[in-house]
């Protein structure tokens, strides 16, 4: 009984990453070139904002028909939470009322 529990319990661990029956893994000798970063560069306002405008022109901007979608949809569930706030509020007002008889 407890050869079978060892068993299990082995086969629950990951034994790490799977590679082809006959690879080799190459290693090279140099190490990995480190990023060089300027610290000007990191540091400037000017090329700060101009990252910023570069990563603004990679967003795909909704369509009209979308933020209009979008719009009537947090509006209705912004009513919806209204709505269970104001139902839990009173509720909770009534059974308190009710509890201390006024």
């Not at 570069?54 to 509006?75: A, C, F, H, N």
């Not at 269970?84 to 059974?95: K, M, Q």
Request: no cysteine.
């Amino acid at each position: 009984m407890s050869e079978e529990n060892q068993t299990f319990q082995a086969a629950a661990r990951p034994s790490g990453k799977r590679q082809a029956t006959g690879a080799q893994t190459t290693v090279s000798k140099k190490p990995a070139r480190e990023k060089e970063t300027n610290e000007l560069s990191t540091r400037n306002p000017l090329v700060f904002i101009k990252q910023v405008v570069d990563e603004l022109r990679k967003v795909i901007w909704p369509t009209g028909r979308q933020m209009v979608t979008y719009s009537i949809i947090v509006i209705l569930f912004l009513i919806a939470m209204i709505a269970l706030v104001w139902g839990v509020d009173t509720l909770a007002g009534l059974g308190v009322r009710s509890v201390l008889g006024k």
